[in-house]
């Protein structure tokens, strides 16, 4: 199958995409070379601002009409290759990342990391990881981002946690993500050196690999390996050990950043996996969906037994994983898109709650709820804040998670038929029972502390408002309004449907081994990519 792959230059006015991951780079650095906080601050703010605009950039010079590669930048130096672009898989994690990177260190001027210039450095480099990441159509160059997550993650839980025993939860995170590294690495290894022949000259490039996945061998054990690689990063059971635990160590400010880094795991799935070993991937396509079902009811029925609120809400994160990666596993247009558009759901949603939480935290100085209760009155912005993230989750009409969890059912159901889909909807009636009670528990319950004095200028409550509003406009505005983030996301989520021979309709087979060059759309092209 041949993909349509346009340059930067046929609707952007500079390479926008490595602009968007050098500006929190640039920022990042000028950061630790500044000489006070309030400057480093100053810094922060205007990265992540910059870093905002440009991706609301991105979002209006992007062609959703044509399915394809869009903003492609390449580069070959020194036998080395870097090439990134965006589709409809890629397209609304990246505005994510800057969202979210921004009402973080909105959330930095309430808290004591306010004058941390490290703090602040880690992230603006973590932004620069994920949009890195994401951006990228080369299989090591992905995976070179990847490893470089691990640096901003361990200096924020080690440098910035609320926990006692942050260095023990980085030694666990590492074994964790350093096994799933090495097999995603073996599996990209496989995938490169599978196709070397006389013809064949080793490349990384996703495209060319795509392109020629048909003279692949070892298929099976490339999907093993990838697959269970990206199952320890979203993550799935049973590879889920190493998210609770850095949940109630961490900081909620890395955590809310953390929370995009997540769906890293299931963006690669259907970048990755889906488009390079298709025929495998419907072989074991009960299987992975199995693991899906186990992670919907295991993490709700977890979540329903914590008394630490951040736990409750990592166990949260490992249910909706389950939903994600069952939908991304129907192999039908209905269920990528609702599986992609309800990872930005659960995205944004979760940040609302985890800087609830996190406030609370700032206050009370606790995470269990039984100590917990009553802050409804003289914390009423919180109470907001959580409960419309909470409905978002929970897939309410009039939230982004209600069309696209809507999607991912029909997809479901035309895959799996309703047994699977009415499982997936007693694990969202599971979601809804352990979310509303940590409200009540939080927010409504009887007090069992003593009363502390409401202090409003220890307690910024403008910038709760704001990041309060941000969040809520977001999850209410697109929850009326979601036709736009479909269309960005519906004609690459059917062209990766086709490819499946036993759930849509044969693609022509690509011309042996296309190098993937970047060439225009014809006008044929573009009629063909046309919303049917």
Same mark, same amino acid.
């Given at each position: ?54 991706? @609301? ?21 020194? =036998? ?5 672009? @965006? ?44 949009? =890195?990441?994401?951006?990228?159509? /080369? ?7 990847? @490893? ?21 939860? @980085? ?8 096994? *799933? ?41 490339? $999907? ?27 900081? %909620?400010?890395?955590?809310?950043? $953390? ?57 949260? %994160? ?6 994600? %990666? ?5 192999? /039908? ?64 009409? =009039? ?9 991912? %059912? ?6 799996? =038929? ?9 694990? /969202?009636?599971?979601?809804?029972? $352990? ?64 490819? $499946? ?14 190098? *993937? ?16």
């Amino acid at each position: 199958m041949d993909i349509t792959v346009t340059p930067w230059s046929a609707s952007a006015a500079f390479p926008l995409l490595t602009t968007l991951t050098l500006v929190p780079l640039a920022a990042m650095v000028a950061i630790l070379f500044s000489r006070s906080s309030k400057t480093a601050l100053h810094f922060g703010f205007a990265g992540a601002s910059l870093t905002l605009l440009l991706s @609301v950039y991105l979002l209006t010079v992007f062609d959703s009409a044509t399915p394809g590669i869009h903003l492609v930048e390449q580069a070959h130096f020194a =036998g080395l290759s870097y090439r990134v672009g @965006v589709d409809g898989t890629n397209i609304l994690f990246i505005p994510l990342t800057a969202v979210l990177t921004l009402l973080a260190l909105i959330y930095t001027l309430i808290t004591r990391h306010v004058t941390d210039r490290l703090f602040i450095a880690c992230l603006l480099g973590y932004e620069t990881v994920l949009i =890195g990441a994401f951006a990228a159509l /080369n299989v090591m160059q992905f995976w070179l981002w990847c @490893v470089l997550e691990l640096v901003p993650v361990a200096l924020l839980t080690i440098h910035a946690g609320t926990g006692q025993n942050r260095r023990w939860v @980085v030694v666990q995170l590492l074994q964790y993500w350093v096994s *799933g590294l090495l097999m995603t690495l073996a599996g990209f290894l496989l995938l490169a050196f599978g196709l070397i022949d006389a013809a064949h000259p080793l490349t990384f490039d996703w495209l060319t690999l795509k392109q020629n996945n048909a003279y692949l061998h070892d298929e099976v054990l490339i $999907f093993i390996l990838l697959l269970f690689g990206f199952a320890i990063r979203m993550p799935l059971f049973p590879f889920h050990g190493w998210l609770p635990v850095l949940a109630e160590q961490g900081t %909620v400010a890395s955590a809310v950043i $953390f929370l995009v880094g997540l769906k890293l795991g299931i963006y690669a799935v259907i970048r990755f996996i889906l488009p390079m070993v298709p025929g495998v991937a419907e072989q074991w396509a009960g299987f992975v969906v199995t693991l899906g079902l186990i992670s919907i009811f295991y993490g709700a029925l977890l979540a329903l037994m914590q008394i630490n609120i951040r736990r409750l809400l990592a166990f949260a %994160v490992i249910s909706q994983t389950g939903m994600l %990666v069952i939908g991304a596993f129907c192999f /039908n247009e209905n269920g990528l898109e609702g599986s992609l558009l309800l990872s930005v759901a659960y995205g944004l949603a979760m940040a609302g709650m985890l800087f609830s939480v996190g406030l609370i935290y700032e206050r009370c100085r606790t995470a269990y709820l039984p100590r917990l209760g009553g802050l409804f009155d003289t914390n009423g912005t919180l109470a907001l804040l959580f409960l419309i993230s909470a409905l978002s989750t929970m897939v309410m009409p =009039g939230t982004p998670g209600f069309d696209a969890a809507h999607l991912l %059912v029909e997809g479901i159901i035309e895959e799996d =038929g309703w047994l699977l889909a009415i499982a997936i909807l007693i694990g /969202n009636v599971m979601s809804a029972a $352990f979310l509303l009670w940590a409200f009540q528990r939080i927010f409504m319950a009887n007090p069992k502390r003593a009363k502390q004095p409401y202090n409003c200028a220890h307690h910024p409550v403008l910038k709760e408002r704001l990041i309060t509003v941000a969040i809520c406009l977001l999850l209410i505005g697109t929850g009326f309004y979601t036709t736009p983030w479909l269309n960005f996301i519906d004609q690459d989520a059917a062209a990766i449907g086709r490819q $499946f021979p036993m759930h849509g309709a044969q693609l022509p087979s690509s011309p042996p081994f296309s190098n *993937g060059e970047v060439s225009q759309p014809s006008d044929a092209d573009a009629k063909d990519g046309q919303h049917e």
